[in-house]
């Protein structure tokens, strides 16, 4: 399993559906790590209070911070197979690199996180610097796993997360061989696959929390896919075989039941209108030629029907609800920079030659 380029496919309805069945059935949260998100990078915010940009990253890296990330890595076994390796040897090492760590993250994650990079969009290069800190944590072992793992939680859309369990470290010792698959595989899948996945998972998300405002604005919709879709290609449809260990103390036909129910998911229609037809009746303020700087719901080319740049959107539903999305390009594999779901305002940023769609919001460009 550690050859890129016999696993760096597609990835397909049915491989993420096996990887949520099994994430569900291994006991794991029902909210794929939707509070985790939340708490672990605004630590010392309320858990449901929107944070602005201008101090998202401010706690990072506090006291109580490393407490919280440590510990709840600790449990999750991120630390295992080092001799000598104790909590306290880990929380004494990171107090010796907080300051220069934190100095990286300044200078190569905040840049791309506030640019809105994901890894599909991002070289692994930029993000190799702050990566070889991070082993320090574990006395820079060869093993991805808690370099991911910690890295993911400080950067969820940037770092993806690997796990042997899981999905057999297909990357090998290497997590540049592992960054590089899910992004290989997650370029090449069909863009109506990727736009029923994310679809799919914020609908399993909110069966859990309820309400989309409690669902984190930046939940990283691309590499939670991508690693559901590895983990449905690592272990297969688990529900065939009625002798799996999985079914020693759960009922297996209850996760038939939730497969078919993900297998049936019907997603809102991928967008496949001309933009001539989806802008009309936008007729707010402009700037150079035909860009606006202000509009509302529809899809638009970004340098051409609106500017780039930074624009804040305001709910226009009576419930408050926002969703948008930011396109490379229109058609089957186009790549999916970043999707959101959410409640209140919203924040983002739109770069010349890409597509922007929106739904329930009027924008507004940010000086």
Known sequence: MNNNASWEQPFTKDEFVNGVVWWLATGWPTDFHNNDYKVMAYHSHPRNVKISRDNMFSEM???????YILNTLWEWQAFRGVKGLTKHVVRSRARSITDSLKQEFEISIKPLLTSMENVS?????????????????????????????????CAPNLIPVTDEAALGNPGGKNLQNYFDLIKGCWNKTPHEVKWWQQHLLHWCILDTVKDAALVWNQFPYITKCAELSLIGRNHGDITVDVNHKFWYDKDIASFVKIRHILTDYIAPPYPRQNLSDSNTGNQESRVSGNQRRTFKDGMFKVGEEIAA????GKPTTSNGEIFFERLEYLGQKGVLPQTYFGKGQAWVEVKDGEYFRSEGAEWHFSE
């Open 61 to 67: 890296f506090s006291e109580q911070w490393w407490d």
């Open 121 to 153: 969009t991002t070289e692994y290069k930029l993000i190799e610097s702050f990566i070889q800190k991070v082993c320090f944590l574990k006395f820079e072992t060869e093993s991805p796993v808690m370099a991911s793992k910690f890295g993911h939680f």
């Open 309 to 312: 740049g930074r624009y804040l």
